[in-house]
């Protein structure tokens, strides 16, 4: 019998097929004792699986390339901590096995991050699989992970590590589930970046028997049961529809009526660059940089590394728009050479602009390499800085840029509420602002990102939040400048139009939404758009404010 469950919707499209689970997690290791003159080779067994484990993740990373490969990279940097390897070794010296000395010493550290607050506890997933990887390597057993199948399936699981999700086969997984997770955690964005329609956030998936059929939909976040074939017919008629607008829709953002609207792209890296430029992007209204900073924590790129990668994103958007963030560390993405290692809640401590305020040499360093590697191109090179809180710190970077001979517009991203109500104040000393959505989201309802259990709250949709970007929007209209999107919330078809009704000027996203934003905002006239954000803002809950647009659009 048909029945409908519902998650969070984090990646577009419809996967209908049999559900596999992912596998096990690695036993507990018994706690048995060695002798004394054992510790050593114990030492070293540990030593070596650390050693293999992030080898393994930094080739994963390597084949798949993109945002997939900062996050294993990051992964790795994780498995070879120097005070988790201290923890095992002095776990060991009294008495512990290697894999024994590994599960406490992870376990301690997990404890540890719920006791700061739990920012970080959306890294459990990856620190889990952190453990996994380095037990099983131990205990000579293979590593439970995606299941093998010669025919397509529907991969269902309690979370996703970046290590599975980034090298799924799309040929054969037709989409995921999970029990955890967020709409912006590494799995949710991972997914959109492979096209694989995935729900996250759903309670009980992992009661759903093998081989049951399913159908999900990753948009709605809606899973059906053993869908009755008039389902299944409906939900592949409204894929089939979806598939044929994307094609029709090409060239330029714009609503119906002509109002433009630049369809950018997110990216980590050059490897995300070809994506990009076949889904017709605009430019790149996101560049991540912390890519550059990942392979050594210990000391930051130099000036002839970070010129020669910028340089390859730059070129291929020929007098494009191509966006920059400079360094976000801190928090979720430490660094040991900038980021403090004793902050009590590092969401809520030194990071972003306020880390690199405190190292003006590295900051000093990443614009003077912005700067030589846009010198001669015709692209329209633009420099933003996360977690700006007010005019003070507007200011502090527009004259960095100044002093670092930036021949470039400076911006700020609004990510703490402070920005949005004091918008205007910000844009006396920068140039536009980008809405960083999915940060922005956290700290307007002190709800950790990462956490499924609080994904209610980490929805976009959220009338306060649209409020905050509406007022950011007000603001950069009055002063004649742009506001922009990059955070996640813009690679929602239909919350892009109310987006756009609010006022924002553009629309950064991963490269797999930008033709169905496209397609979507082609339907509609600007005038329909805004009719649809403000009923979205009168709602009171974000599933309503959801439901009040599609009213509006649709003509009910």
Same mark, same amino acid.
């Given at each position: 019998?048909?029945?409908t469950?519902?998650?969070?919707?984090?990646?577009?499209?419809?996967? $209908?097929?049999?559900?596999?689970?992912?596998g +096990?997690a690695?036993?507990?290791?018994?706690?048995?004792?060695?002798?004394?003159e054992d510790?050593?080779?114990?030492?070293?067994r540990?030593r070596k699986?650390?050693?293999?484990v992030?080898?393994?993740?930094?080739?994963?990373?390597?084949?798949?390339g993109g945002e997939a490969?900062?996050v294993?990279?990051?992964?790795?940097?994780? #498995?070879?901590?120097p005070e988790?390897?201290?923890d095992?070794?002095?776990r060991i010296a009294?008495g512990?096995?290697?894999e024994?000395?590994?599960y406490?010493?992870?376990?301690?550290?997990?404890?540890?991050?719920?006791?700061?607050?739990? !920012?970080?506890?959306?890294?459990v997933?990856?620190?889990?699989?952190?453990r996994n990887r380095i $037990?099983?390597?131990l205990?000579?057993?293979?590593?439970?992970?995606? *299941?093998?199948?010669?025919?397509?399936?529907?991969?269902?699981?309690?979370?996703?590590a *970046?290590?599975? +999700?980034?090298?799924?086969d799309?040929?054969?997984?037709?989409?995921?589930?999970?029990?955890?997770g967020?709409p912006?955690?590494?799995?949710?964005?991972?997914?959109?970046a492979?096209g694989?329609?995935a729900?996250? #956030?759903?309670?009980?998936? =992992?009661e759903?028997?093998?081989g049951t059929?399913?159908?999900?939909?990753?948009?709605t976040?809606?899973?059906?049961?053993?869908p009755?074939?008039?389902k299944k017919a409906?939900?592949?008629?409204?894929?089939?529809?979806?598939?044929?607008?994307?094609?029709?829709?090409?060239?330029?953002?714009?609503?119906?009526?002509?109002?433009?609207?630049?369809l950018?792209?997110n990216?980590?890296?050059p490897?995300?660059?070809?994506?990009?430029?076949e889904?017709g992007a605009e430019?790149v209204?996101?560049? &991540?940089t912390?890519?550059?900073?990942?392979d050594?924590?210990?000391k930051?790129?130099s000036e002839?590394?970070? $010129?020669e990668?910028?340089?390859?994103?730059?070129?291929?958007?020929?007098?494009g728009?191509?966006?920059? &963030?400079v360094?976000?560390?801190?928090a979720?993405k430490?660094?040991?050479?900038?980021?403090p290692?004793?902050?009590?809640?590092?969401a809520?401590?030194?990071r %972003?602009l306020?880390?690199?305020?405190?190292?003006?040499d590295?900051?000093?360093?990443?614009?003077?390499?912005?700067a030589?590697?846009s010198? %001669?191109?015709?692209?329209?090179?633009?420099?933003?800085?996360?977690m700006?809180?007010?005019?003070t710190d507007?200011?502090?970077?527009?004259?960095?840029?100044?002093?670092?001979?930036?021949?470039?517009?400076?911006?700020?991203?609004?990510e $703490?509420?402070?920005?949005?109500?004091?918008a205007?104040s910000?844009?006396q000393?920068?140039?536009?602002?980008?809405?960083g +959505?999915?940060?922005?989201?956290? !700290?307007?309802?002190?709800?950790?990102?990462?956490? =499924?259990?609080?994904?209610?709250?980490?929805?976009?949709?959220?009338?306060?939040l649209?409020?905050?970007?509406?007022?950011s929007a007000?603001a950069?209209?009055?002063e004649?400048?742009?506001c922009?999107?990059? %955070?996640?919330?813009a690679s929602?078809?239909?919350?892009?139009?109310v987006?756009?009704?609010?006022?924002?000027?553009?629309?950064?996203?991963?490269?797999?939404?930008i033709?169905?934003?496209?397609a979507?905002?082609?339907?509609?006239t600007?005038a329909?758009?805004?009719r649809a954000?403000s009923?979205?803002?009168a709602?009171?809950?974000?599933?309503?404010?959801?439901?009040?647009?599609q009213?509006?659009l649709?003509?009910?």
């Amino acid at each position: 019998m048909e029945t409908t469950l519902r998650g969070v919707g984090v990646s577009h499209g419809v996967a $209908i097929g049999e559900v596999r689970h992912m596998g +096990t997690a690695v036993l507990e290791p018994p706690a048995k004792q060695i002798p004394p003159e054992d510790a050593d080779r114990e030492q070293a067994r540990a030593r070596k699986a650390v050693e293999d484990v992030a080898a393994d993740l930094i080739a994963r990373g390597n084949l798949a390339g993109g945002e997939a490969q900062a996050v294993l990279e990051a992964q790795a940097m994780m #498995a070879q901590d120097p005070e988790l390897t201290a923890d095992v070794n002095r776990r060991i010296a009294v008495g512990s096995t290697a894999e024994r000395a590994v599960y406490d010493a992870l376990a301690a550290y997990r404890a540890l991050l719920a006791g700061a607050g739990e !920012y970080l506890a959306g890294r459990v997933a990856d620190l889990d699989d952190v453990r996994n990887r380095i $037990i099983a390597r131990l205990l000579g057993v293979p590593m439970p992970g995606v *299941p093998d199948s010669d025919e397509p399936y529907v991969l269902i699981a309690r979370d996703l590590a *970046p290590a599975d +999700t980034a090298l799924l086969d799309p040929t054969l997984v037709l989409g995921f589930v999970t029990e955890e997770g967020g709409p912006t955690s590494h799995s949710a964005i991972l997914a959109r970046a492979l096209g694989v329609p995935a729900v996250v #956030a759903l309670p009980g998936a =992992g009661e759903l028997a093998e081989g049951t059929v399913i159908a999900v939909d990753g948009s709605t976040g809606d899973i059906f049961v053993e869908p009755s074939a008039e389902k299944k017919a409906q939900l592949e008629a409204a894929a089939a529809e979806r598939k044929a607008a994307l094609s029709a829709s090409t060239g330029p953002g714009a609503t119906s009526d002509g109002h433009k609207v630049p369809l950018l792209a997110n990216v980590g890296g050059p490897a995300d660059v070809p994506a990009a430029v076949e889904a017709g992007a605009e430019g790149v209204g996101l560049f &991540r940089t912390e890519f550059l900073f990942l392979d050594d924590s210990k000391k930051a790129p130099s000036e002839e590394k970070q $010129i020669e990668a910028y340089r390859q994103v730059l070129e291929a958007f020929p007098e494009g728009r191509v966006v920059v &963030r400079v360094l976000d560390a801190g928090a979720d993405k430490p660094l040991d050479f900038l980021t403090p290692a004793d902050e009590p809640n590092p969401a809520l401590g030194v990071r %972003g602009l306020r880390t690199l305020l405190d190292h003006p040499d590295v900051l000093s360093t990443q614009l003077t390499a912005l700067a030589k590697a846009s010198d %001669g191109l015709p692209v329209y090179l633009e420099v933003m800085a996360p977690m700006v809180a007010d005019r003070t710190d507007a200011k502090a970077f527009a004259d960095a840029c100044r002093e670092a001979g930036l021949r470039a517009k400076f911006g700020a991203m609004v990510e $703490i509420p402070s920005a949005a109500l004091r918008a205007r104040s910000i844009l006396q000393e920068v140039e536009f602002l980008s809405l960083g +959505t999915n940060d922005l989201a956290q !700290y307007t309802f002190a709800a950790d990102r990462q956490v =499924g259990a609080v994904s209610r709250l980490q929805d976009p949709w959220q009338p306060a939040l649209l409020d905050l970007v509406a007022m950011s929007a007000e603001a950069a209209k009055a002063e004649g400048k742009s506001c922009g999107v990059c %955070g996640e919330a813009a690679s929602d078809p239909l919350l892009a139009c109310v987006l756009t009704g609010l006022g924002v000027t553009s629309l950064s996203m991963g490269a797999a939404s930008i033709p169905y934003v496209r397609a979507t905002l082609a339907k509609y006239t600007l005038a329909q758009c805004e009719r649809a954000a403000s009923a979205a803002r009168a709602a009171d809950t974000a599933e309503e404010a959801r439901t009040a647009a599609q009213a509006v659009l649709s003509g009910e």
